[in-house]
């Protein structure tokens, strides 16, 4: 499984409705799970960004489904990232010098 981290802004929409905010959060745990996307955390945050969602997807394509099911809502905009374990990295860094 590949992991992924969305930084996430309130729209307008987002901050009328805000205090459906944690409600919203479940149920996006749980249309993601049946996508095939595990929700490690969902973050509230200060600063930049609102909130910060941390998940595991098969694939990109998985990830950008959820992604597309969340934007869809209108509650928030999205950037997101590809992140790497250790694991991973050490693998990717094995690459690095080909022999």
Same mark, same amino acid.
């Given at each position: !499984?590949?992991?992924?981290? =969305?930084?996430?802004?309130? $729209?307008?929409?987002?901050?009328? &409705? #805000? ?15 049946? !996508?095939?996307?595990?929700? =490690?955390?969902?973050?509230? $945050?200060?600063?930049?960004?609102? &909130? #910060? ?11 950008t ?30 690459r690095t010098?080909?022999?």
């Amino acid at each position: !499984m590949a992991t992924f981290i =969305t930084t996430m802004k309130f $729209t307008q929409q987002g901050l009328k &409705g #805000v205090s459906e905010t944690t409600h919203r959060a479940a149920a996006l745990k749980a249309a993601a799970k049946k !996508m095939g996307v595990k929700v =490690t955390g969902i973050y509230w $945050t200060l600063g930049d960004h609102d &909130g #910060v969602l941390i998940y595991d997807a098969a694939d990109d394509e998985t990830a950008t489904a959820m992604l597309l099911y969340l934007g869809s809502q209108g509650n928030i905009h999205t950037s997101t990232v590809r992140a790497f374990n250790a694991a991973e990295m050490d693998t990717i860094l094995k690459r690095t010098h080909p022999e």
